[in-house]
């Protein structure tokens, strides 16, 4: 009886076979696919940002720009007074420059038509220019003053001439005046630095983003300085000191819920403790700072508590091993070493605070303020809050300066964004 001999199968020889190649076919192709949609979803939210971005400039790039009309004024001792140029008839002194290049329109009804052609503001603008310089009084000099909305949109192509003129709100006459000071080169558009330097008008060629930026600059200081050391000494007590027992499980649970509450419940809590029980003054950028600390705290407290928990045991051990007490451990060693993450939440905290607008409307910043705050506790508006009155008016040329100050929203918070990715790629130390 001869011995059976039994082959063994060689190794992988099962990687041969068809079942295994469909299998692996299939894995292949269900990988591809899962890329593709990674790709496909980046490459969507990638076409809505630029989607956003493209309609945001396309339709603020105008507000950059103000129409200007060259006029030669003429100031006379009658019309002002030496003594005292604040008190002056400015607006018949912009009238008179302006019939002076159409004598030929007489009537009244002609002449009111011509007159609208420039802003409202004007005559404020040739009396600050008359209080700052004095020996203009009795002379006669150029100065470019602002045009009506109506002519600005003109201008600029928002309003087509080819339209019938019942359709338009720039008349057939005004556009004739308007090509005959243009041929004479008097009309222009320069970069518009009222929207920095101007408060809020309701005159849209003269509305600017000063006191909204004054109002958020102002907010965010006394946020700061509220939710910055408390947040930090929450933090560190929580993180360093306090014994871990069920009220501080507690406070931690309430604290990450905080960070999860909607803005406007932190408005609808300022309004009830701050203005009503408190009696603090409406629509001061004070309040709207309390507010704003509120609820960045919690976003402040987490991200210190991170930064904390990431610095290696071994140097509070080190520290405490050489006889260090545990709030000098803490104070010159883990601290120091932990600032640049508690900085970068801290920033990300503050950008958060910039862009909010339901806390702010809630206490009242969102007045209609044409001065610049003098301080915390006077009236003012914030970046977000005025574009939301823009973006509530009717006036077509608040339409781009809504658009406008959105850019310039998103230009402080993608700046803020940016130092807070430099800091801590600058000072956070590898281990």
């Not at 101007?198 to 060629?205: H, I, K, L, Q, Y």
């Not at 609820?295 to 610095?311: C, E, F, G, Q």
């Amino acid at each position: 009886m001869s011995d059976t001999v039994q082959h063994t199968p060689a190794p992988m020889a099962w990687r041969r076979t068809e079942a295994y190649r469909k299998r692996l076919r299939r894995r292949r192709a269900a990988d591809r696919r899962l890329r593709l949609y990674g790709i496909g979803a980046i490459l969507v939210a990638l076409g809505l940002l630029a989607t956003l971005f493209v309609s945001l400039i396309t339709t603020g790039a105008s507000a950059f720009v103000q129409t200007h009309l060259r006029l030669e004024l003429t100031v006379t001792p009658e019309q002002v007074s030496p003594d005292d140029p604040a008190k002056g008839n400015y607006r018949a002194i912009v009238r008179d420059a302006l019939a002076g290049l159409f004598p030929e329109v007489t009537g009244t009804s002609e002449q009111r038509k011509l007159f609208d052609m420039v802003s409202s503001g004007a005559q404020f603008i040739v009396r600050d220019e008359v209080v700052t310089n004095p020996e203009l009084i009795g002379r006669t000099f150029s100065l470019r003053l602002p045009v009506t909305d109506p002519i600005d949109q003109f201008h600029k192509g928002g309003i087509d001439r080819d339209t019938p003129e019942e359709l338009r709100r720039v008349n057939d006459e005004q556009i004739a005046w308007y090509d005959k000071l243009r041929a004479e080169n008097r009309i222009s558009a320069p970069f518009n630095w009222g929207l920095f330097v101007n408060a809020d008008s309701r005159f849209p060629e003269l509305a600017g983003l000063a006191g909204a930026l004054t109002g958020s600059a102002y907010a965010l200081l006394v946020c700061f300085l509220l939710s910055f050391p408390i947040g930090i000494a929450a933090a560190i007590y929580l993180e360093e000191f306090a014994p871990k027992n069920r009220w501080t499980d507690i406070i931690e649970v309430n604290i990450n819920n905080l960070a999860a509450v909607p803005s406007i419940v932190f408005g609808l809590l300022g309004l009830a403790v701050f203005l009503n029980f408190f009696g603090l003054p409406r629509s001061a950028p004070l309040v709207g700072g309390m507010v704003l600390a509120l609820m960045t705290l919690p976003t402040i407290i987490i991200a210190a508590r991170v930064a904390l928990k990431s610095v290696p045991p071994s140097l509070r051990e080190a520290a405490l091993g050489v006889g260090a007490s545990r709030f000098e451990a803490m104070r010159h060693h883990v601290l120091p070493v932990a600032m640049p993450g508690i900085l970068t939440g801290t920033i990300i905290g503050m950008a958060q605070a910039l862009g909010e607008t339901a806390p702010l409307l809630l206490i009242g910043m969102n007045a209609f303020i044409t001065a610049l705050p003098g301080g915390i506790f006077d009236p003012s508006t914030a970046l977000p809050t005025q574009i939301f009155i823009w973006a509530d008016s009717p006036e077509r040329g608040f339409v781009s300066r809504t658009s406008a100050g959105i850019l310039v929203l998103l230009g402080f918070l993608v700046t803020i964004n940016a130092l807070a990715v430099f800091l801590r790629a600058r000072f956070t130390r590898r281990w």
